[in-house]
């Protein structure tokens, strides 16, 4: 998986850090800062109120019909004949998607102030790991990465992702499936921790590979910011969570 080696692997990641390895399908970043408010250890390193974490979830759990501009985008759909539907069908999602994250964004920054706000992101650095460098336009500038190190971590990651796709397969089907007839549900457990296990070890191989091809000062960069990790405790036998679920 190596594409070079540079100065970054000094800096490995830290076992306690925000990182979040088993997500499946993995969140768009919107989401993801959703799923970093719903946990405990980020709403104590954001210091949110018992107001502000209440706001959230009412913003997160906010229907489509009751954001600006998708009511008439969904009408204007569902007018269509069922075959121009099926034709039109991913462009409608991708542009209620593209409207839904605008308008979730935007409750960030009137629910937020601009200190939470900023530490947010560096912990969605650190949720998303290294990969975050390209994942980011905004991270990519900010490190000064070069044509050859952008194109050498993507190749990382998609030969990451070719070796992840059985496991991640397997791991989906266990959860959807929770047993097979010739496997109780002991074993079917057991068999997802292993599972979790690996794609882990796939992950953290595939973060250093990305953490050798920067140079030292990119390295320190990119370390800075992430800012003081902090260590969240994610639901690994959840890949289909969900922040801010109402009970």
Known sequence: ?????????????????????????????????YLLLDRTEAQRELGLTKSQ?????????????EMPGLDEITARYKALPDAEKRQTRDQFLEKRHIISSQW???????ILNDQQRNRLDSLLLQMKGPRAVV?????????????????????IISQSGDELSPFVRRY????????????TAEEALKEQDALVVIIKEILKAQDEA??????KPQSDQWHSLQGRLVAISWPDQNCFYVPFQKR
């Open 104 to 110: 979730l964004e935007s409750r960030l920054v009137n």
């Open 172 to 183: 989906g089907h266990n959860v959807l499936q929770r047993s097979r007839s010739s496997q």
């Open 1 to 33: 998986m190596l594409c070079g080696l540079g100065a970054g692997c000094e800096g490995l990641l830290h076992s306690q850090s925000a990182r979040h390895y088993v997500e499946f399908p993995e969140s768009d970043l919107t989401t993801s800062k």
């Open 135 to 155: 994942l980011i336009p905004s991270v990519n500038g900010k490190l000064g990465l070069t044509p050859d190190q952008t194109g050498c971590i993507q190749k």
């Open 210 to 215: 990305i953490l050798s091809e920067l140079t």
């Open 53 to 65: 974490v209440f706001a959230l979830s009412e913003a997160f759990n906010t229907s489509f019909t």
